[in-house]
């Protein structure tokens, strides 16, 4: 079955960086968009950024200018370079992607989550 393995998040201080990755393993027939989403406590969860298959982006606005997504789709692995992070960034982060796994429907996947914490 195809699932979603998120990785790289940890604790960091304001104006640090972080790249989350995650990477896609199954009977993996192709995928179309993958995005990252976070929730933070006490928050709704939101769209950070999200990717297309042919590389057109869209990011939060509280992220733009500080945060780029991208794709390696050799390695069905989608990335979240994290930079100027701030307090405010602290949520945890999960990956999403939209899947046709080999004898299966389209459907979207979600990966468990990893922490990201900015603070001094």
């Known amino acids: 079955q195809v699932q979603l393995v998120e990785s790289g998040g940890g604790l960091v201080q304001p104006g640090g960086s972080l790249r989350l990755s995650c990477a896609a393993s199954?009977?993996?027939?192709?995928?179309?968009?993958m995005a990252w989403y976070r929730q933070a406590p006490g928050k709704q969860r939101e769209l950070v950024a999200g990717?297309?298959?042919?590389?057109?982006?869209n990011y939060a606005d509280s992220v733009k200018g500080r945060f780029t997504i991208s794709r390696d789709n050799a390695k069905s692995t989608v990335y979240l370079q994290m930079n100027s992070l701030k307090a405010e960034d602290t949520a945890v982060y999960y990956c999403?992607?939209?899947?046709?796994?080999?004898?299966?429907?389209?459907?979207?996947?979600w990966g468990q989550g990893t922490q990201v914490t900015v603070s001094p």
């Open positions: 999403s992607a939209n899947i046709s796994p080999r004898g299966y429907s389209r459907r979207d996947y």
């Open positions: 199954g009977t993996i027939f192709s995928i179309n968009r």
């Open positions: 990717i297309t298959s042919g590389g057109s982006t």
